[in-house]
């Protein structure tokens, strides 16, 4: 376990908002887990999914979250991305705590702290890679010459400038996967979030994916990964290994 | 390495901070949120009607039909309404008449005691015409139904209008087209001359003009009489023609049909009308006073007697009691039309709880993204509005169209208002609302993991 000397995060009933500046001003704390549980009510039995799950992320960390599947990685990733809110525990990310959130703040979170990448891409079929890239700008309020503009820079950082006009169809695997995370980026979200990026990928194709998301994080980025592929994990600098709910591992690998 | 946008996004020196941001204040703050998502709601469900054109197509049949069964139903009943209110006041409403009984009886009881009351006779139009100071013409009219012929031509049914003064022409709102009116004394001698509607014409003098059939004889009940003149023709009633007619001077059709004294309930000859005209319009209260209190000396009726013993009418009275018997047979129908536009209102929320289905992984990701429940609602919402609302249109138009062909087949003027317009494509957007409202809201709700995870 990696002890940071900033947060105590302890887990009382008091909701206690973590320091998110170090002393000395280095370190910023962007997202704060504290004791989180997620509990599923399956009819008679109650299956928990999460059993007290405590870790920060600074800004700029680039974080692989693995486990096998049913250990809680999918829950946690959902928590992290705000799809989800806890069943108990707090989540501060940015200095708000959105485990309190209901539905409509919870998509503005959504719209400007977050930014997903998906295994399977979830593109808009019918529209335009540039029309994608504008979605989140559209449920964000830009106005339309605003958003033309900073779609097609953030599609240019992904080398996809002359794809713009494409359908999702009409483009590569690799291709589809960049015009996600040129969605995911386009509204400067807090943090990046890909759940398997590379799982519909062959290997040369999730090399590049790969080799981008490192470029992202040398761009002052921050990225969660979750994976369970350990080669691919082994790219991020920080990998937290989930088993039944718990965290197994955490540790600085770079 | 350092942060994007740190400088922006931490707050500095926040150790106080405990409460959450206020994030419905920041939406609101900003104009253009609610803007872009319908913006971009309103393409998309342009994109999706395009998509699913057959699915559009048959929508739209729904709607349309709905739509097209109302509003042919409202014009063809405003046409109607209008053709009758015209029909009624062509005698204007300075006219009312005296007659033994109304021209309305709704009981076997009334139609007894009506038939006990006294004629009215010619005595009586007399004495009006003398007596009444508010009242400026008096005539008299009686009808019967008679078979006529010219030659090989036949015509079973031709309504004889015996009337007395000729000024009867002019409070009955007849002008003559060819020919002439006979003159009082002509009248008063009882002679064998007539006034033909354009449709006798027609009828016994097929291919003729008008102006070859003024001076020939015709037959009308047995008898034969020389056509002094053709009268401008008035329209039908309710698909009734009154330009089927002959006039008859009142002294010839008493001595060739003679006129019902004798209290029979169905004489096959007609019943004494007496048409009193005032003036002008403010004078006919007055004038109906009068008329009435001579009638009732005449009938020897005093302040005890509740019944008048004769029937004072005038064409308002018998439009407020069209209007009242027709005007729930009316709701009723445009009721049962409106049956339709709810089937419309069913298939419209079918194929939208199908394109919410379709669409549930579209959602999801427009939820991943930052979409609020009110962006999807409304995304659904318009789609359902815009669907119906074009049905409308069309619907407006084809129910119009319809309209119009049943009036060219029965023959009443008709009145597109674009009040109906208004309110076919109004009428339709709320259907569209109503019907697109729970899918809409079953969108909204959906979990964006589980829409995520929808194929």
Redesign the interface.
Known sequence: MTETPIATATATSVVTKPNLVSPDGKIQVLIAMQNIWKTYDMGAEKVHALHGVSFEVHRGEYVAITGPSGSGKSTLMNLIGCLDTPSQGDYWLNGKNVSEMDDDELARIRNQEVGFVFQTFNLLARATALHNVELPLIYGGIPSAKRHEMAKQALGEVDLTDRMMHRPNELSGGQRQRVAIARALVNHPSILLADEPTGALDTATSYDIMNLFEKLHEDGNTIILVTHEHDIAARAHRVISIRDGLIEKDEQIK | ??????SE???P???G??S??S??A??RA????????I??AFFVAL?SLR?NKLRTALTLIGIIVGVTAVIAVVTIIKGLDQTVAQTFSSQGSTVFTISKRPQVITSREDFIKYNRRKPVTQEDAEAITRLCTACWRTGVSVNSIQPAKRGDQKVDAIQVRGVSPPSMFEIDGVTIDAGRFWTESEGAAGGDVCVVGPDVVTNLFPNESIDRAVGQDIWVGGHRYTILGVHQALGKILGLSRDNRVYIPFATYKKRFGVDFSGQSFSPSGVLVVFIQTQSADQLEAAQDQVRTIMRNRRGKTFKDDDDGFALETQEVFLKLYSSATSNIYLVTIGVAAISLVVGGIVVMNIMLVSVTERT??I????????????ILTQFLIEAVMVTAIGGVFGVLTGFGTAWLIALAIGFPLLFSAWSAVLGVGVSSIVGVVSGLWPAWRAARLD??EA?RAE
Not at chain 2, 1 to 6: H, L, Q, W, Y
Request: proline share 10%; charged share 25%; no cysteine.
């Open positions: 390495m350092f942060p994007r946008n740190a996004t931490i707050p020196s926040d150790s901070f405990t959450r941001i994030l419905p920041r939406i900003n104009p253009f949120v609610r803007l872009a998502a913006w971009e994109g998509q992984k579209e999801g990701i427009r939820k991943a993204v930052g979409a609020r429940r009110n962006d964006p993991i995520l």
